[in-house]
Protein backbone atom coordinates (compact mmCIF):
# COMPACT_ATOMS: atom_id res chain seq x y z
CA UNK A 1 0.00 0.00 0.00
CA UNK A 2 1.19 3.64 -0.45
CA UNK A 3 1.90 5.65 2.49
CA UNK A 4 2.96 9.26 2.77
CA UNK A 5 5.05 10.36 5.92
CA UNK A 6 5.12 13.91 7.22
CA UNK A 7 7.06 13.49 10.74
CA UNK A 8 7.32 17.29 11.28
CA UNK A 9 3.58 17.77 12.54
CA UNK A 10 4.20 21.76 13.57
CA UNK A 11 7.18 23.79 12.97
CA UNK A 12 7.80 27.52 13.81
CA UNK A 13 10.33 29.72 12.81
CA UNK A 14 10.98 33.29 13.16
CA UNK A 15 10.38 35.43 9.42
CA UNK A 16 13.51 35.47 7.02
CA UNK A 17 14.76 31.83 8.27
CA UNK A 18 14.66 29.56 5.86
CA UNK A 19 12.46 26.36 6.61
CA UNK A 20 12.38 22.91 4.96
CA UNK A 21 9.31 20.21 5.05
CA UNK A 22 9.70 17.01 5.44
CA UNK A 23 7.91 13.97 3.15
CA UNK A 24 8.85 10.90 2.59
CA UNK A 25 6.96 7.86 0.56
CA UNK A 26 6.39 4.67 0.18
CA UNK A 27 5.16 2.94 -3.54
CA UNK A 28 5.46 -0.17 -5.07
CA UNK A 29 4.48 1.28 -8.57
CA UNK A 30 7.61 2.68 -10.80
CA UNK A 31 5.79 5.59 -12.35
CA UNK A 32 4.20 7.60 -9.60
CA UNK A 33 3.85 11.61 -9.03
CA UNK A 34 4.29 13.33 -5.88
CA UNK A 35 2.89 16.62 -5.20
CA UNK A 36 2.87 19.58 -2.40
CA UNK A 37 -0.86 21.46 -1.60
CA UNK A 38 -0.60 24.26 0.92
CA UNK A 39 -3.04 25.07 3.20
CA UNK A 40 -3.92 28.64 4.50
CA UNK A 41 -5.83 29.73 7.51
CA UNK A 42 -8.82 30.55 4.84
CA UNK A 43 -8.78 26.62 4.61
CA UNK A 44 -8.71 25.83 0.54
CA UNK A 45 -6.07 23.59 -0.70
CA UNK A 46 -3.68 25.67 -3.00
CA UNK A 47 -1.41 22.99 -5.95
CA UNK A 48 1.74 24.12 -5.28
CA UNK A 49 3.53 21.53 -7.12
CA UNK A 50 3.85 17.66 -9.02
CA UNK A 51 6.83 16.03 -9.58
CA UNK A 52 6.61 12.49 -11.91
CA UNK A 53 8.84 9.90 -10.64
CA UNK A 54 11.29 9.76 -13.83
CA UNK A 55 12.26 13.53 -13.32
CA UNK A 56 14.77 13.86 -10.20
CA UNK A 57 15.84 17.40 -11.25
CA UNK A 58 15.09 19.68 -8.49
CA UNK A 59 12.65 22.52 -9.10
CA UNK A 60 12.94 26.59 -7.70
CA UNK A 61 10.13 28.79 -8.18
CA UNK A 62 10.93 31.82 -6.32
CA UNK A 63 11.42 30.99 -2.15
CA UNK A 64 10.20 27.75 -2.75
CA UNK A 65 11.95 24.87 -3.85
CA UNK A 66 11.42 20.90 -4.13
CA UNK A 67 14.15 18.17 -3.69
CA UNK A 68 12.79 15.11 -4.89
CA UNK A 69 15.76 12.11 -3.97
CA UNK A 70 14.24 8.54 -5.19
CA UNK A 71 17.45 7.11 -3.42
CA UNK A 72 15.57 8.06 -0.06
CA UNK A 73 12.27 8.37 -1.44
CA UNK A 74 12.11 11.82 -0.37
CA UNK A 75 10.41 14.85 -1.92
CA UNK A 76 11.17 17.96 0.56
CA UNK A 77 10.27 21.12 0.45
CA UNK A 78 11.97 24.29 1.30
CA UNK A 79 11.41 27.85 1.74
CA UNK A 80 14.15 30.40 1.55
CA UNK A 81 13.39 33.77 3.78
CA UNK A 82 10.35 32.70 5.18
CA UNK A 83 7.07 35.25 5.23
CA UNK A 84 4.18 35.39 7.16
CA UNK A 85 2.43 34.68 4.75
CA UNK A 86 3.70 31.23 4.69
CA UNK A 87 2.09 30.31 7.96
CA UNK A 88 -0.25 27.21 6.29
CA UNK A 89 -0.93 23.59 7.14
CA UNK A 90 1.66 22.30 4.06
CA UNK A 91 0.32 18.78 2.65
CA UNK A 92 2.30 16.21 0.43
CA UNK A 93 0.70 13.55 -1.14
CA UNK A 94 1.36 10.48 -4.08
CA UNK A 95 -1.09 9.59 -6.35
CA UNK A 96 -1.88 6.29 -7.27
CA UNK A 97 -3.17 4.86 -10.26
CA UNK A 98 -6.04 2.56 -10.33
CA UNK A 99 -7.95 1.87 -13.84
CA UNK A 100 -7.56 5.62 -14.90
CA UNK A 101 -8.49 6.75 -11.61
CA UNK A 102 -5.90 8.78 -10.10
CA UNK A 103 -5.90 8.32 -6.35
CA UNK A 104 -4.18 10.85 -3.91
CA UNK A 105 -2.87 9.18 -0.68
CA UNK A 106 -1.64 12.15 1.45
CA UNK A 107 0.60 12.56 4.70
CA UNK A 108 -0.82 14.27 7.63
CA UNK A 109 0.63 17.47 7.14
CA UNK A 110 2.89 20.20 8.55
CA UNK A 111 1.58 23.05 10.40
CA UNK A 112 3.75 25.65 9.43
CA UNK A 113 3.92 28.96 11.90
CA UNK A 114 6.24 32.22 10.57
CA UNK A 115 6.55 34.57 13.64
CA UNK A 116 7.04 38.36 12.56
CA UNK B 1 -14.10 29.92 -15.35
CA UNK B 2 -16.01 29.19 -11.56
CA UNK B 3 -13.19 26.13 -10.82
CA UNK B 4 -14.60 23.82 -8.41
CA UNK B 5 -17.57 25.50 -6.79
CA UNK B 6 -19.09 23.47 -2.93
CA UNK B 7 -22.09 24.15 -1.27
CA UNK B 8 -23.05 24.41 1.48
CA UNK B 9 -20.04 25.97 2.68
CA UNK B 10 -21.32 25.17 6.23
CA UNK B 11 -23.81 22.72 7.55
CA UNK B 12 -24.96 21.31 10.60
CA UNK B 13 -26.80 17.78 11.09
CA UNK B 14 -28.46 15.85 14.13
CA UNK B 15 -27.59 12.14 14.07
CA UNK B 16 -29.59 10.22 11.59
CA UNK B 17 -30.41 12.87 9.37
CA UNK B 18 -29.67 12.97 5.28
CA UNK B 19 -28.06 15.54 3.23
CA UNK B 20 -25.99 15.98 0.09
CA UNK B 21 -22.91 18.04 -0.55
CA UNK B 22 -23.72 19.45 -3.91
CA UNK B 23 -19.92 20.05 -6.04
CA UNK B 24 -19.41 21.57 -9.19
CA UNK B 25 -17.18 22.34 -11.45
CA UNK B 26 -17.20 23.92 -14.96
CA UNK B 27 -13.74 22.95 -16.33
CA UNK B 28 -15.04 19.63 -18.10
CA UNK B 29 -12.59 17.64 -16.19
CA UNK B 30 -13.50 14.12 -16.05
CA UNK B 31 -12.06 12.94 -12.71
CA UNK B 32 -13.94 13.74 -9.50
CA UNK B 33 -13.10 12.85 -6.22
CA UNK B 34 -14.05 13.18 -2.71
CA UNK B 35 -12.16 13.40 0.49
CA UNK B 36 -12.64 14.35 3.65
CA UNK B 37 -10.21 16.02 6.16
CA UNK B 38 -9.95 15.08 9.47
CA UNK B 39 -7.16 16.58 12.20
CA UNK B 40 -3.92 14.86 12.32
CA UNK B 41 -4.73 12.69 9.30
CA UNK B 42 -4.69 14.25 5.89
CA UNK B 43 -7.19 13.83 3.73
CA UNK B 44 -8.52 10.21 2.78
CA UNK B 45 -10.53 9.60 -0.34
CA UNK B 46 -14.17 8.98 -0.07
CA UNK B 47 -15.64 8.31 -3.45
CA UNK B 48 -14.33 8.98 -6.96
CA UNK B 49 -15.48 8.65 -11.04
CA UNK B 50 -14.00 8.86 -13.86
CA UNK B 51 -16.38 10.11 -15.92
CA UNK B 52 -20.37 10.37 -16.64
CA UNK B 53 -22.15 7.56 -15.01
CA UNK B 54 -18.75 5.87 -13.61
CA UNK B 55 -18.63 6.06 -9.91
CA UNK B 56 -15.77 3.77 -7.28
CA UNK B 57 -15.02 3.86 -3.43
CA UNK B 58 -11.96 5.10 -2.28
CA UNK B 59 -10.52 4.70 1.31
CA UNK B 60 -13.32 5.01 3.44
CA UNK B 61 -16.85 4.79 1.73
CA UNK B 62 -19.08 3.88 4.37
CA UNK B 63 -21.85 5.95 5.21
CA UNK B 64 -21.62 7.40 1.82
CA UNK B 65 -23.41 7.41 -1.50
CA UNK B 66 -22.45 9.23 -5.36
CA UNK B 67 -23.39 9.34 -8.45
CA UNK B 68 -22.19 11.03 -11.56
CA UNK B 69 -25.14 11.99 -14.05
CA UNK B 70 -23.24 14.97 -15.46
CA UNK B 71 -20.34 15.27 -16.50
CA UNK B 72 -20.10 18.47 -14.28
CA UNK B 73 -21.49 17.53 -10.92
CA UNK B 74 -20.89 15.08 -8.37
CA UNK B 75 -22.94 14.98 -5.40
CA UNK B 76 -22.30 13.95 -2.20
CA UNK B 77 -24.64 11.69 0.15
CA UNK B 78 -24.75 11.07 3.39
CA UNK B 79 -27.86 8.88 4.21
CA UNK B 80 -27.70 8.41 7.93
CA UNK B 81 -25.33 10.92 9.56
CA UNK B 82 -23.04 10.32 12.27
CA UNK B 83 -21.00 12.17 14.47
CA UNK B 84 -17.87 10.00 13.20
CA UNK B 85 -18.93 12.21 10.30
CA UNK B 86 -18.41 15.75 11.32
CA UNK B 87 -14.94 16.27 8.88
CA UNK B 88 -13.96 19.06 6.31
CA UNK B 89 -15.17 17.53 3.12
CA UNK B 90 -13.08 18.61 -0.40
CA UNK B 91 -14.19 18.03 -3.78
CA UNK B 92 -11.20 17.37 -6.64
CA UNK B 93 -11.88 17.80 -9.87
CA UNK B 94 -8.74 17.02 -13.12
CA UNK B 95 -8.65 16.91 -16.48
CA UNK B 96 -7.72 13.76 -17.92
CA UNK B 97 -4.56 14.83 -19.86
CA UNK B 98 -3.39 16.25 -16.79
CA UNK B 99 -2.11 14.66 -13.37
CA UNK B 100 -3.00 17.48 -10.98
CA UNK B 101 -6.36 17.79 -9.27
CA UNK B 102 -7.68 20.92 -8.29
CA UNK B 103 -9.67 21.43 -5.48
CA UNK B 104 -13.10 23.30 -3.98
CA UNK B 105 -12.93 25.57 -1.28
CA UNK B 106 -14.71 22.71 1.12
CA UNK B 107 -17.59 22.14 3.56
CA UNK B 108 -17.54 22.02 7.02
CA UNK B 109 -20.07 19.30 8.43
CA UNK B 110 -20.40 19.17 12.23
CA UNK B 111 -22.74 16.37 13.02
CA UNK B 112 -24.48 16.46 16.67
Known amino acids: AQKVTQAQTEISVVEKEDVTLDCVYE???????LFWYKQPPSGELVFLIRRNSFDEQNEISGRYSWNFQKSTSSFNFTITASQVVDSAVYFCALSEEDQGAQKLVFGQGTRLTINP | NAGVTQTPKFQVLKTGQSMTLQCAQDMNHEYMSWYRQDPGMGLRLIHYSVGAGITDQGEVPNGYNVSRSTTEDFPLRLLSAAPSQTSVYFC???????????FGPGTRLLVL
Open chain 2, 92 to 102: ASRAGWSETQY
Open chain 1, 27 to 33: TRDTTYY
